[in-house]
């Protein structure tokens, strides 16, 4: 029975991993500064895990996987915090592998490629433009470099937009729950034309589990559905699950023109995890 660590444990997607990890019958680490929220089946640890420590590996616990998900201010995409950050991951995860770590899976984010029209694949070339995809893309990076001197394995897990939770998360879906339980009868909206990869939380958490484990394919993975849809389809959509009586105010906000007319991710290599896996369907 592997034993998978799990950092940022508590957050919005960390706790939906940590759950689908122990259901699928896994020991888990739950690394965090706290744990509300998070399974109690868990072993919790409060290791500080930016500390520099070199023996860092041993001190949370030795494990045969670690998923790297701790991350601050992933919904504030120009937050000063996360070059400021980006030493102490490269710091943490090296010491991880310098120390035993056989496999590290590490989410990635679409915001690493920049603008991109159609499918995103492992080699398409990454141009980020806001300092959360800078770093994250740095990250990855620098990871796929120091890695391969190692005998530590690396997936990097690369995610679109992400549905489900909304109390936990930040995302347009979070917003309009919140205007809706506000009582507010419209919420302004753009022309809701542009293509994106959704996933909800729970589907993307078996899909990070399914790929940290497996050991057949390494490096970029994109974890998505693979099937771009509107924004205004996704979105009315969740307004009819929710018998939501908030209306759409379309055109309220103009498109963005940064902003790609369509992009997803290409989910060949997580479809053929998720089957070897038995996880299909």
């Given at each position: 029975?592997?034993?998978?660590?799990?950092?940022?444990?508590?957050?919005?997607?960390?706790?939906?991993?940590?759950?689908?990890?122990?259901?699928?019958g896994y020991q888990v680490i739950a690394a965090d500064f706290a744990f509300k929220g998070?399974?109690?089946?868990?072993?919790?640890?409060?290791?500080?895990?930016?500390?520099?420590?070199?023996?860092?590996?041993?001190?949370?616990?030795?494990?045969?996987?670690?998923?790297?998900?701790?991350?601050?201010?992933?919904?504030?995409?120009?937050?000063?915090?996360?070059?400021?950050?980006?030493?102490?991951?490269?710091?943490?995860?090296?010491?991880m592998a310098a120390g035993g770590l056989p496999s590290l899976s590490v989410m990635g984010?679409?915001?690493?490629?920049?603008?991109?029209?159609?499918?995103?694949?492992?080699?398409?070339?990454?141009?980020?433009?806001?300092?959360?995809?800078?770093?994250?893309?740095?990250?990855?990076?620098?990871?796929?470099?120091?890695?391969?001197?190692?005998?530590?394995?690396?997936?990097?897990?690369?995610?679109?937009?992400?549905?489900?939770?909304?109390?936990?998360?930040?995302?347009?879906?979070?917003?309009?729950?919140q205007a809706e339980l506000d009582g507010k009868k419209t919420f302004p909206f753009t022309?809701?034309?542009?293509?994106?990869?959704?996933?909800?939380?729970?589907?993307?958490?078996?899909?990070?589990?399914?790929?940290?484990?497996?050991?057949?394919?390494?490096?970029?993975?994109?974890?998505?559905?693979?099937?771009?849809?509107?924004?205004?389809?996704?979105?009315?959509?969740?307004?009819?699950?929710?018998?939501?009586?908030?209306?759409?105010?379309?055109?309220?906000?103009?498109?963005?023109?940064?902003?790609?007319?369509?992009?997803?991710?290409?989910?060949?290599?997580?479809?053929?995890?998720?089957?070897?896996?038995?996880?299909?369907?």
């Amino acid at each position: 029975m592997k034993k998978i660590l799990v950092t940022g444990a508590a957050g919005y997607i960390g706790r939906h991993v940590v759950k689908t990890a122990l259901d699928m019958g896994y020991q888990v680490i739950a690394a965090d500064f706290a744990f509300k929220g998070v399974d109690e089946r868990a072993e919790f640890c409060d290791v500080p895990i930016f500390s520099g420590d070199k023996g860092i590996y041993r001190a949370l616990g030795s494990p045969d996987v670690c998923i790297h998900m701790a991350w601050r201010d992933g919904f504030r995409h120009n937050a000063s915090s996360h070059m400021k950050d980006l030493s102490n991951h490269v710091v943490f995860l090296n010491n991880m592998a310098a120390g035993g770590l056989p496999s590290l899976s590490v989410m990635g984010t679409m915001h690493e490629v920049g603008y991109w029209e159609g499918p995103i694949k492992a080699d398409t070339p990454c141009n980020p433009q806001s300092q959360y995809g800078i770093a994250k893309n740095a990250l990855r990076q620098s990871l796929m470099l120091s890695l391969a001197e190692t005998n530590c394995r690396l997936h990097w897990l690369r995610a679109y937009y992400i549905t489900g939770d909304e109390a936990h998360g930040s995302s347009i879906f979070a917003k309009i729950t919140q205007a809706e339980l506000d009582g507010k009868k419209t919420f302004p909206f753009t022309s809701g034309k542009n293509l994106y990869d959704f996933i909800d939380v729970d589907e993307l958490a078996r899909m990070i589990v399914a790929a940290s484990v497996q050991e057949k394919i390494d490096g970029i993975i994109n974890v998505c559905t693979g099937k771009p849809i509107s924004l205004a389809q996704r979105v009315e959509q969740f307004l009819k699950d929710k018998n939501y009586k908030i209306k759409l105010d379309y055109g309220a906000f103009p498109d963005r023109p940064y902003d790609s007319p369509g992009v997803w991710g290409d989910p060949t290599e997580i479809e053929q995890i998720m089957q070897d896996a038995g996880l299909n369907g």
